[in-house]
Each structure stands twice: as C-alpha cells, then as structure tokens.
Nanobody
C-alpha cells in the first residue's frame, strides 16, 4: 500500500519560489500533484510517470517543474514565479498504471478518489 507525506508548503510573496516534496512508500507508476483552494474547483497541477513523461496544467506550464528522486522515492514540485492565484492546499497523489497525461485528465474528470493514494496536503500561500 502506497503512503504519501507532503512537505515544503509555506507563505511567499508574488514572484517567489517554493519547492514541495512528497515522500512515498513504494514505487507507484505515476505520481503527481493537485491543488484545492477554498471555493474553487480542484485542479490537477503536474504529473510524472516512470517513463519520465510529464504533464502540466496550462496555468503552471513554464513556471512549475515536477521531478523525482527515484533512489529515495521523493516527488518534488518546484514552483517559480508564484502568483496569488497559486495559493491553495497542494496534495500529492499516486497512480498504479496511468501515464502522466492520463493521470492529469483523470484528476480533472474524476478527482483524487480515482487514485490509489493521496497525501494529507501542504498549504501554499502567495501574498504580498
């Protein structure tokens, strides 16, 4: 059974950077991030599969980068040029068989319950 623990959230000014981490037990086929802000629809943010394929939401392309330390089973989300609209609770999820692009699509259509594991979340606040 895959378990996920996120860390790295915090408060930052617009234009700043943060790096989120997600430590996983086991080696799922695909891992990624989604976010949920109060009063807003959840949004798949970025996914990475074991073949090195990535998929990003249009809203974060060019600013966020997802990567993984395969030795230690840690997924990262490097977030640069942060905007106030990036403020949300960020959750890590794992999937057993979908590619990164499929996982991003499924997050949009079905949500996190379609995944095999979800972390407890870490809060990101972007404000001046």
């Amino acid at each position: 059974q895959v378990q996920l623990v996120e860390s790295g959230g915090g408060s930052v000014q617009p234009g700043g950077s943060l790096r989120l981490s997600c430590a996983a037990t086991g080696s799922p086929f695909c891992m990624g991030w989604f976010r949920q802000a109060p009063g807003k629809t959840r949004e798949g943010v970025a996914f990475l599969d074991v073949n090195g394929n990535t998929a990003y939401a249009y809203s974060v392309k060019g600013r966020f980068t997802v990567s993984k330390d395969d030795t230690n089973n840690i997924l990262y989300l490097q977030m640069n040029t942060l905007k106030p609209e990036d403020s949300a609770m960020y959750y890590c999820v794992a999937d057993g068989h979908r590619t990164a692009l499929q996982a991003l699509d499924v997050m949009t259509s079905l949500g996190p319950t379609a995944f095999i594991a979800r972390g407890q979340g870490t809060l990101v606040t972007v404000s001046s």
